[in-house]
């Protein structure tokens, strides 16, 4: 018989339910787009309802499919969005309010307020994140001061919070188990990671009571199991990692030093660290990477928060092409770029800026630019934010020599080729490029002995291609030079 392991990549924008063989191969997937709600300038939510109902559809749709292949499902893993903030009521499991998304910027006002009150060190030293209403601490606190019925139920001990996951594990487990896993703790700014603990302090600034939090767990672990109900047999749920650190586990990046670069909805490069954490003195992060077996493996992280994203605004607003695919032509149509840039700032600048109020910024146009332009500009723009990264890290004292990249992006071979040149690094792509949705299958695995270690997992990783540096020095000098004016003027904003 067949054996399979589903993971649920609970993402930004869609929700996928993916069959993996034990080869960590994708044999077939299911996929859901949800509503983006944009209330106001630099909100975004979405319907948690929702959520639940496009993931269950998907589930459903992966069991028949390993049904009709008559193979059996020995576990499910879940990766999700980190950040994105769900509170429910404990009794009837309705969502209090809307999911507040990682990208929603309504608390940075909030977020100056502690920045003056000096909190910025405490928190960054307790929890490796900078003061940002990109983390969910500070979405939990918005929700408990504007919907008067969730700090209602919080104070009867009726309230629960979670990000995506724990919200899914929730519902799957119809209320048995409330739980996170360390990654998605990690990027909480209300967890310490050193203690690896829910932090006193933090909770008493923020006026969030603990009871509301769910237990932290490792990455592979025992999260309960489905009910029969949802899923016509119970499965065992034994992997959760949120999306950027299960990508680190599914493109095998075990050694410190091995780093991966994830371009879907935004593009986050992760560097392990192992047992070490490195405080970034250019405003890096430093993360939780894993737990496993009560070992904790660090990281150091950029976030960017528009990769895909610029390229869905390309599409869907400003209706340039009708797939995205179609963007790779676009851009090999053009012998350069013609001196315009795009930075989109469309919901601020993450690292290493961590501007809040930037706007997009499209410069160097002039009456022949056209919309190909636009489109170049816009796929450049991730390789340039990635080059700001990796500088950042080596002023840090970390040089990356290798990237191993994944996501929607990087099947664009241009734009792999254009990132090598312009990091000037040698850009790895993986065969599989499920890679955040294998990283909680592997972890499943793991738990139920599928998997005996994580030198076993890395057996199942291949490689697809290797884009090496061809670009004259000169020339990117040149258009780094470019792109450094432009950010200048976004963060004038």
């Known amino acids: 018989m067949k054996k399979f392991i589903i993971s649920i990549d609970a993402g930004t924008t869609s929700n996928r339910s993916i069959l993996f063989d034990l080869k960590g191969n994708p044999v077939f997937s299911s996929q859901k787009e949800f509503t983006q709600y944009f209330p106001k300038s630099g909100w975004v939510e979405h319907n948690p309802e929702e959520i639940w109902k496009t993931t269950v559809k998907t589930l459903k749709e992966v069991i028949q499919k390993a049904k009709r292949l008559k193979g059996k499902i020995l576990s499910i893993g879940i990766t999700n969005q980190r950040e994105t903030t769900v509170l429910w009521d404990k009794n009837t499991g309705k969502p209090v309010y809307n999911a507040i998304v990682w990208q929603d910027r309504r608390q940075e006002e909030y977020c100056k307020k502690l920045r ?40 009867k001990r009726q309230l629960l919070f979670g990000t995506i996951d724990s919200f899914l594990i929730w519902r799957l487990t119809r209320g048995a188990v409330h739980a996170t896993d360390a990654t998605n703790a990690s990027r909480t700014m209300i967890y310490n990671i050193t203690s690896n603990k829910w932090d006193d302090a933090i909770l008493n600034i923020l006026k969030i009571k603990k009871h509301i939090l769910p237990i932290v767990k490792d990455c592979s672990d025992d999260y309960g199991q489905t009910h029969s109900s949802i899923t016509g047999k119970s499965i065992p749920i034994n992997g959760v990692v949120g999306d950027q650190q299960s990508a680190t586990i599914g493109q ?9 670069s994830t371009y879907g909805t935004g593009a986050f490069v992760l560097l392990n660290t192992g047992n070490k954490k490195i405080y970034s ?81 499209l410069s160097g146009i002039t009456r022949d630019t056209n919309p190909k332009e636009i489109v170049r500009a816009t796929i450049e723009s ?44 040698k850009v790895l792509r993986p065969d599989v490029q499920e890679t955040t949705a294998a990283g909680a299958a592997f972890m499943a695995g793991l738990k139920i002995g599928v998997y005996k270690s994580l030198k076993d997992i890395s057996k199942n990783w291949h490689l697809n291609r290797k884009f090496s540096p061809k670009m004259k020095s000169i020339n990117r000098k040149k258009l780094i030079q470019g792109w450094s004016k432009a950010i200048k003027r976004a963060l004038i904003n």
Not at 143 to 154: E, G
Not at 397 to 414: A, S, T
Request: proline content about 3%; some cysteine.
């Open 116 to 155: 003056k009150q000096n909190k910025e060190n405490m928190i960054f030293n307790k929890t490796g994140l900078l003061i940002d209403s990109y983390f969910s601490g500070t979405k939990i606190k918005w929700i408990l001061d504007n919907v008067p019925k969730a700090k209602q139920l919080m104070n």
């Open 382 to 425: 991730v390789a340039y934010q990635t080059y700001d990264l990796f500088e950042a890290m080596k002023h840090d004292g970390l040089r990356p020599r290798i990237v191993k990249v994944d996501g929607g992006m990087v099947m664009n071979n241009w734009f792999s080729q254009f990132l090598s040149d312009v990091v000037n690094v």
């Open 281 to 361: 003195t250019n405003r890096l992060l430093t993360t939780i990477a894993y737990r496993i077996k009560g070992k904790t493996t660090y990281a150091m992280e950029g976030s960017i928060f528009i990769a895909g994203a610029g390229v869905q605004w390309l599409r869907d607003r400003m209706k340039f092409f009708k797939k995205a695919p179609e963007t790779e032509k676009i851009v090999r149509s053009l012998k350069d770029n013609n001196g315009i840039y795009l930075v989109p700032a469309f919901t601020g600048l993450g690292a290493p800026y961590w501007n809040a109020n930037s706007r997009g910024v």
């Open 252 to 260: 095998c990046c075990f050694e410190p030093g091995s780093l991966k």
